[in-house]
């Protein structure tokens, strides 16, 4: 299993972002795929999972719509989008996979992908 | 959402000390507990899942612990590779929140 992350990203606030994960070595459809996010210096903090094959999502993204989070499972892929970036979703973000299930970790880390964004 | 409080936040031990970490869970959680390394400039590694199932590959000197709201992590007999910070995550409801952290370092 091997979840690869696009790379870093420096962008202006207000400007839109998307960074993919794409996912191999595994029925990509079948199993849960997700986000979790570091701010520089900080702590963990689940920001959500999808299942690709029906796209069904559990996140705690706020306010609703600006981040969001999708899959494209025809390519094995799993997005976090933002539709207007602040300064304080300056963080590294990483993809994640429970393969046993939601209910049992975060097995599967890919690299990370490092977003800045200025003021 | 599920409060999860570790502590302590940071110990200082030696090479050889047990050490013992603490997650305290707002609400009753059952078993749905994971356990988490992270060294600097890396990934999350997972440790433990369902509060006391050892991960593949993880070395026996890690356990896990407790069920409802109190958990602990335990490290047998600490060993130079193991200077990192952990954190606990619950899973039993969404949000799945993860624990302040706990460092690691060395005495």
């Known amino acids: 299993v091997q979840l690869v992350q696009s790379g870093a990203e420096v962008k202006k606030a207000g400007e839109s972002l998307k960074i993919s994960c794409k996912g191999s070595?595994?029925?990509?459809?079948?199993?849960?795929i997700g986000w979790v996010r570091q701010m520089p210096g900080k702590g963990l903090e689940w920001m959500g999972i999808?299942?690709?094959?029906?796209?069904?999502?559990r996140d705690n993204l706020s306010p609703q719509g600006q981040v969001t989070i999708s899959a494209d499972k025809s390519i094995s892929t799993a997005y976090l989008q933002w539709s207007s970036l602040k300064a304080s979703d300056t963080a590294m973000y990483y993809c994640?996979?429970?393969?046993?299930?939601?209910?049992?970790?975060?097995?599967?880390w890919g690299q990370g992908t490092l977003v800045t964004v200025s003021s | 959402d599920i409060q999860m409080t570790q502590s302590p936040s940071s110990v200082s031990a030696s090479v050889g000390d047990r050490v013992t970490i603490t997650c305290r869970a707002s609400?009753?959680?059952?078993?749905?507990l994971a356990w988490y390394q992270q060294k600097p400039g890396k990934a999350p590694k997972l440790l433990i899942y369902?509060?006391?199932v050892l991960q593949s590959g993880v070395p026996s000197r890690f356990s896990g612990s407790g069920s409802g709201t109190d958990f602990t992590l335990t490290i047998s007999s600490l060993q130079p590779e193991d200077f990192a910070t952990y954190y606990c995550?619950?899973?039993?409801?969404?949000?799945?929140?993860f624990g302040g952290g706990t460092k690691v370092e060395i005495k």
């Open positions: 994640v996979s429970p393969n046993r299930g939601y209910s049992y970790g975060f097995d599967y």
């Open positions: 070595g595994y029925s990509f459809a079948t199993y849960w």
């Open positions: 999808i299942f690709p094959g029906d796209s069904e999502t």
């Open positions: 609400q009753g959680i059952s078993s749905w």
């Open positions: 369902a509060a006391s």
């Open positions: 995550q619950q899973a039993n409801s969404f949000p799945h929140t």
